[in-house]
């Protein structure tokens, strides 16, 4: 069975890190790129980061850019979002998918070359 299953998720403070896991069962996760993407309530759900099959190439949205970075360990089938300085508007769902496709800041703002998702993990930022 094809599975994803997000963990990491929880409650920070503003200014604190959580690293999020993503984890992949029932196929070979380095077939794909891959990447992670979030939804706040009232809001479409939009794309954050994502990375190539060979690592060589990652993309992120300028809202998280230098805070979060994203990396994957194919030995583990797992893929990582690290993420820094969150800030309240970080605050929402987390899903991690694969792409059916190279990984761009193009194929980045549409879900339309996904094919795997994740359940999500609730990520929110308060104090």
């Known amino acids: 069975q094809v599975q994803l299953l997000e963990s990491g998720g929880g409650l920070v403070q503003p200014g604190g890190s959580l690293r999020l896991s993503c984890a992949a069962s029932g196929f070979t996760l380095d077939s794909y790129a891959i990447g992670w993407f979030r939804q706040a309530p009232g809001k479409e759900r939009e794309g954050v980061s994502c990375?190539?099959?060979?690592?060589?190439?990652?993309s992120y949205a300028d809202s998280v850019k230098g805070r979060f970075t994203i990396s994957r360990d194919n030995a583990k089938n797992t893929m990582y979002l690290q993420m820094n300085n969150l800030k309240p508007e970080d605050t929402a769902v987390y899903y991690c998918?694969?792409?059916?496709?190279?990984?761009?800041?193009?194929?980045?703002?549409?879900?339309?070359?996904?094919?795997?998702w994740g359940q999500g993990t609730q990520v929110t930022v308060s104090s």
């Open positions: 990375i190539s099959t060979s690592d060589t190439s990652t």
């Open positions: 998918a694969t792409i059916n496709y190279i990984c761009t800041i193009g194929v980045l703002s549409t879900t339309r070359y996904t094919a795997y």
